[in-house]
């Protein structure tokens, strides 16, 4: 069983429902969440403000994409998973990033942000 | 996503066009380019012996036949397109200039002779005006004949003068001369017979011979009153008498009384000749010789002349006759001796001309070579009239001779011209004949014999509209008549009379002399190729027309590139001014797809393929970006080199656009779905939030994946169709089955998207039971899914049979209760599938069998 105690993780869904899904999915995986953000505004704040360890985005919040937010986790060397329901999210020329098809389930993701985790360890190396 | 299958076809049938119009063309060309084909005009220009000159409006020669070049000495290429004034500033001033620009100003033909003095040479010219503005020149060097005139003038001259010598001659002539008017006064009276009259001259002339000769006017009066009366002359009357001169001596004369006569006809006097019978008769002979010389010189035109004796067979030659036979006077005076210089061929003829003079037909002409002693030969006409004495016997002959070397050379050069001309008309390809005045054949070439199936035995001589009633009153006669009439030239094409099937195009012009040359070629092929070349045309027209296709053709080793004007059309730019290299046309692909393009094209080049479809995007100069879509084939050379890249080009921009579209809709709707699933399954959690309903949150949790992945499979393939094998995959590895104990097996379905979806379901079911009672409950537990498929009696079926089969799982016990799984199985898949489900419990493992009957899902699409 996938551990993820003593992780902070942002999580960015506008869809409530979803957000308290996930929420809870991190939560039984033993992470801090730190969100949910159901804006991008909302989340590049979060994201500015530092001590996370790694994110779940939505592709699409409220009708603005996750570019900014991929963007500045990026440059701060956090791994991210970025959920979707297209089958190839526009993402423009930012590439290596882990993908979810949602629905998914809590194995899914957990495997996701695993992969996430350890493609940055290995960046980092 | 491909171009559409109209667009192919309309591609293909391009392709086709192309290929088709490029054989028509090298036919074309091939008929155009034919020997005799194209100097057709010439052919006719060329038959009339005169120059032609053809000037434009501006005074630039734009035409000149052989026979202009050889008169002129200068070639075409010296001529054609420069100003006549220019190159003959000598005819400036001159009547050409006069005639020249009279014609052209007013449109009306005219005719003169003149000379041109930087050579010395005369010309005659007709000029007529041409259709287009110029005027056309036909002209002929007639120096010879105007030579000729001069010489006759010379020669009238000449005749002048013998009359001044003869009117010495009768002055001091050794015989009597006198003329007396109706009265038989004096009017003129020589020396001679003054003297015999014993009475000067001058004191003769108007006195009556009553008056001064009394002692023979009773004769005289005798003799005269008669030939006053009726006109009719005494000749070699014997006069005797006494005259003042000798007195009491009777003299006899031979006198000749010949009544003079006016215009009219009247008798205003009588000329008498008298001579002494003893000394004078020798006198007289002479001087009938010499007027019949005279008379003979005068009808001949002039030159040297000769007499013959018949008595003695002496022959006298004039000076100038000796200069022909060149030859003394001692010579001259034996025709044995000048007969040797006669060319050998030519003595037998001239002998039998004069033996028919001397048998009785009085004139005598013969033409003959004279080989003079020094080797130059002549050729000469004779022409002689038999003399005789007042009884009718023969007394000899007189004649001229005349040098006709010049008349004969150019005859000969003539009829050799007109030899060489017959053999250019035989052997040239086209059909040739000429009519004369009266419409009736006088030439008939070879090609015309073969063409009309008629021999020129057959037709010459006879009128045309005999050989060929048919053409009366058709085109023919129609076009022809102004030939004949109004001396100028025309080309018409029409149908054959003589062979109704064929075409032919007919060119007649006037010949010099009347009578018209007809040159005709049958272009029945040509009129075919080029209607089918224009029909291809419209055609291709139409379809470029039809469907914005632009046609390049890039010469891949020069880079030039040319395109038609709807290609200028579709990149934006005005006809012609696209620049005809490849570099233009790369300046408008978009930088993000030239690199595919060029690398794709010299792939195709690489590997020699023939034809090669391709896409790519540009920038036209106004900014717009459109999409264009392509096909094209390439040629290359023995070695493989490849030459050029010929193609069409459509603008699509419209259809990506809309396929850009309708992508980002179908995206928008699959996110929005999976969104509300993710939804959905949000709130089974937040429901099932009890740990005792953990169990039922699992399972509909699982379905809810199973939904989505099957919906994932249709969303990849643009629900369009599914692949068994991944929705098999894709249900069990959702159960985290490792891959070592699933055995998948079978070929390649395709799955309407209903159906997909329902097997998938039906699919996560069995993996959730193997899962939680069934083999993959254990370790070494496994699953096999094997499948086939075979065609179904109806058409557009196919059957599936799809079996399931779970080993290694512990002891399987048949539920005690039918659940959502077997229901979803065995009544949901059979009524999807229209077949048969079978779910069987065994002890040692679960088998599903599915048999089923699929509409066949068409081929994906986009997966070139």
Not at chain 2, 151 to 177: H, K, M, N
Not at chain 2, 719 to 744: F, Y
Not at chain 2, 853 to 861: D, K
Request: charged share 30%; net charge negative; proline share 5%.
């Amino acid at each position: 069983m996938t551990d993820f105690s003593g992780r902070s993780i942002l999580l960015a869904e506008d869809e409530p429902i979803v957000a308290m899904m996930v929420e809870d999915m991190l939560l039984d995986l033993g992470a801090r969440v730190i969100g949910p953000a159901a804006s991008v505004g909302k989340a590049l704040d979060l994201a500015r403000a530092g001590g996370i360890d790694a994110a779940v985005l939505d592709v699409n919040l409220n009708g603005e994409t996750c570019h900014p937010i991929v963007d500045v986790l990026r440059a701060a060397g956090v791994p991210m998973v970025v959920a979707t329901g297209y089958d190839q999210p526009d993402l423009g020329d930012r590439t290596g990033i882990e993908l979810i098809q949602k629905p998914y389930r809590r194995e899914h993701l957990a495997a996701a942000v695993e992969r996430a985790l350890a493609a940055s360890r290995s960046a980092k190396v | 996503m491909g171009p559409e299958q109209g667009l192919v076809e309309e591609k293909g049938r391009l392709a086709e066009l192309e290929a088709r119009i490029a054989a028509l063309e090298a036919e074309n060309a091939r008929l155009r380019g034919r020997p005799g084909g194209a100097s057709d005009a010439e052919t006719i220009l060329s038959s009339i012996s005169d120059g032609v000159l053809v000037f434009d409006r501006d005074w630039r020669f734009v035409y000149l036949n052989a026979a202009a070049e050889r008169l002129l000495g200068s070639g075409r290429d010296e001529l054609l397109g420069r100003v006549q004034w220019e190159v003959y500033p000598a005819t400036l001033g001159t009547p050409v200039e006069g005639h020249y620009r009279q014609v052209m100003e007013t449109r009306r033909p005219a005719a003169f002779e003149n000379h041109y003095a930087p050579w010395d040479r005369w010309f005659e010219l007709r000029i007529d005006p041409v259709a287009d503005g110029g005027i056309i020149v036909y002209f002929r060097d007639v120096t010879e004949r105007k030579r000729t005139e001069e010489r006759l003038q010379a020669s009238e001259a000449l005749a002048r003068a013998r009359l001044d010598e003869l009117e010495a001659i009768y002055a001091s002539a050794p015989v009597g001369l006198c003329i007396l008017d109706r009265d038989l006064r004096y009017l003129r009276i020589n020396e001679r017979l003054a003297e015999t009259n014993g009475i000067p001259a001058e004191a003769h002339l108007g006195r009556t011979i009553r008056e001064l000769l009394p002692g023979i006017a009773d004769e005289a009066e005798a003799i005269a009153r008669p030939i006053l009366e009726t006109g009719l002359p005494a000749i070699d009357i014997e006069l005797t008498g006494e005259t003042p001169a000798r007195p009491g001596e009777i003299r006899t004369w031979v006198e000749s009384w010949l009544p003079i006569r006016d215009r009219d006809g009247g008798i205003t006097g009588i000329s008498v000749v008298a001579q002494e019978v003893t000394e004078a008769r020798r006198v007289q002979a002479e001087l009938r010789e010499t007027a019949e010389r005279l008379t003979v010189a005068m009808d001949a035109g002039r030159l040297g002349d000769w007499s013959w004796d018949a008595a003695s067979g002496a022959t006298r030659l004039s000076p100038r006759a000796l200069a022909l036979f060149g030859v003394d006077a001692e010579v001259g005076q034996s025709w044995d001796r000048l007969r040797d210089f006669l060319a050998p061929e030519d003595r037998a003829a001239a002998a039998e001309s004069f033996a028919r003079a001397l048998a009785g037909a009085d004139d005598y002409a013969a033409e003959f070579r004279i080989i003079r002693p020094d080797g130059t030969q002549v050729t000469v006409a004779s022409q002689g009239r038999v003399q005789r004495d007042a009884s009718g016997a023969l007394t000899g002959m007189v004649g001229v001779l005349r040098d006709v070397t010049e008349e004969r050379a150019a005859a000969a050069a003539l009829r050799a011209s007109e030899a060489k001309l017959a053999g250019v008309l035989e052997s040239v390809s086209d059909g040739f004949y000429a009519l004369d005045s009266d419409w009736r054949f006088t030439v008939f070439n070879a090609a015309a014999e073969r063409y009309f199936g008629k021999s020129r035995e057959e037709v010459l001589g006879r009128r045309v509209w005999d050989v060929y009633p048919d053409a009366r009153g058709t085109i023919f006669e129609e076009r022809y008549t102004p030939v004949m009439e109004g001396r100028r030239s025309i080309t018409f094409e029409t149908r054959s009379v003589a062979r109704p099937d064929r075409m032919v195009e007919m060119r007649a012009a006037p010949l010099r002399g009347g009578g018209i040359a007809v040159a005709f070629t049958d272009i029945t092929e040509r009129k075919q190729a080029e209607a089918a070349l224009r029909e291809s045309r419209e055609r291709l027209d139409l379809a470029v027309d039809a469907h914005g296709i632009g046609i390049f053709d890039w010469h891949v080793q020069t880079g030039r590139v040319i395109w038609s004007a709807e290609e200028e059309r579709l990149f934006g730019l005005e006809p012609g001014t696209f620049g005809g290299d490849i570099d233009h046309w790369a300046g408008f692909v978009l930088p993000e797809d030239l690199p595919r393009m060029q690398a794709h094209m010299t792939a195709a080049m690489e590997a020699r393929r023939e034809r090669l479809d391709f896409a790519f995007r540009i920038r036209r100069p106004d900014g717009a970006v459109r999409h264009i879509e392509g096909a094209a084939r390439f040629l290359y050379a023995e070695d493989g080199t490849p030459l050029r890249m010929v193609g069409t080009n459509a603008d699509v921009t419209e259809r990506a656009l809309a396929e850009e579209h309708r992508r980002l809709l179908v995206d928008e709707l699959n996110h929005r779905v999976k969104n509300t699933l993710a939804i959905v399954q949000g709130l089974a959690q937040q429901t099932f939030r009890d740990p005792a309903t953990r169990c039922e949150r699992d399972a509909f949790e699982g379905r809810l994946a199973a939904l989505a992945t099957a919906h994932n499979v249709l969303t990849r393939e643009n629900w369009h169709s599914a692949d068994l094998g991944e929705i098999v995959r894709d249900a069990l590895t959702a159960h985290g089955a490792a891959p070592h104990r699933l055995l998948l097996r079978g070929p390649p379905v395709r799955l309407e998207p209903k159906t997909a979806v329902t097997l998938a379901m039906a699919l996560h079911e069995l993996g959730t039971n193997a899962t939680k009672y069934g083999a993959l409950s254990v370790p070494g537990g496994r699953v096999s899914v094997a499948w086939s498929v075979a065609p179904d009696q109806e058409r557009g079926r196919t059957r599936l049979s799809l079996l399931w089969t779970e080993t290694g799982g512990p002891i399987v016990a048949p539920p005690a209760r039918r659940g959502f799984g077997s229901r979803m199985i065995e009544r949901a898949l059979a009524a999807e599938l229209d077949g048969a489900v079978r779910l069987d419990f065994r002890p040692e493992g679960v088998v599903c069998g599915i048999e089923a009957r699929l509409r066949e899902a068409g081929a994906p699409v986009g997966t070139e």
